[in-house]
């Protein structure tokens, strides 16, 4: 919400600046910048963190079905022997 509070803000300001004709200082356009910069540093970093959070998920889902197939292939393992013992 604090993202698009922003996004708010400068669509009012391009707004303001374009059609109202507003002036816009050298500071203005400096804090514009530096608030563009925040919006997409906090959108890359989570982006960043799905990202790792799926990879995560994934790997744990993996880890799961790796230990399901060596169970598996155990209980075939252990069939063969009673069967070749018998």
């Known amino acids: 919400m604090n993202v698009a ?17 507003d002036t816009v200082t050298p500071i203005n356009l400096i804090g514009y910048l530096i608030a563009f910069g925040g ?3 906090y959108n890359h970093a989570k ?4 990202k ?3 990879a995560q998920r994934k790997s744990q889902q ?6 399901r197939l060596l169970e598996e292939r155990e209980g075939e393992g252990n069939g063969k022997k009673s069967e070749t013992q018998d």
């Open 5 to 21: 509070g922003v996004v708010k803000d400068w669509l009012l300001i391009a707004f303001s600046w374009s059609v109202i004709k």
């Open 39 to 41: 919006v997409a540093y």
């Open 47 to 50: 982006l960043q963190g799905l």
């Open 52 to 54: 790792a959070a799926e």
């Open 62 to 67: 993996d880890n799961v079905e790796a230990g």
